[in-house]
Nanobody, 123 residues
Framework: QVQLVDTGGGVVQAGGSLRLSCAASGRAFGGYTVGWFRQAPGKEREFVACVSWSGDSAYYADSMKGRFTISKDNAKNTVYLQMNSLTPEDTAVYYC????????????????WGQGTQVSVSS
């Protein structure tokens, strides 16, 4: 069992930055891929990025490349999502998730989910 707590959301102006954190407890991240998803009101949950259990490789949705960076600190059992050049279209609840399948953008292939953290970008 893995428990995930995602934090770091807030309100930021367009062009600003935020760093989200996903902390694991319980079994921690050993052997799990960790991903970030987001869901805006009235829209389906959207894949953002994921990082391998070792932290050596990452995979991004095309629309996030160059603006978002996912990283992992195994010593702290924490995964980060650095988000730069934010736009109002990035407004959503952001969720971290852990699963056994690397590189997947399918929510149903992730086994554990955080509670979500709200990101709001004003114009």
């Amino acid at each position: 069992q893995v428990q995930l707590v995602d934090t770091g959301g807030g309100v930021v102006q367009a062009g600003g930055s935020l760093r989200l954190s996903c902390a694991a407890s319980g079994r921690a991240f050993g052997g799990y891929t960790v991903g970030w998803f987001r869901q805006a009101p009235g829209k389906e949950r959207e894949f953002v990025a994921c990082v391998s259990w070792s932290g050596d490789s990452a995979y991004y949705a095309d629309s996030m490349k160059g603006r978002f960076t996912i990283s992992k600190d195994n010593a702290k059992n924490t995964v980060y999502l650095q988000m730069n050049s934010l736009t109002p279209e990035d407004t959503a609840v952001y969720y971290c998730a852990a699963g056994r399948v690397y590189g997947t953008n399918k929510p149903y292939e992730y086994d554990y989910w955080g509670q979500g953290t709200q990101v709001s970008v004003s114009s």
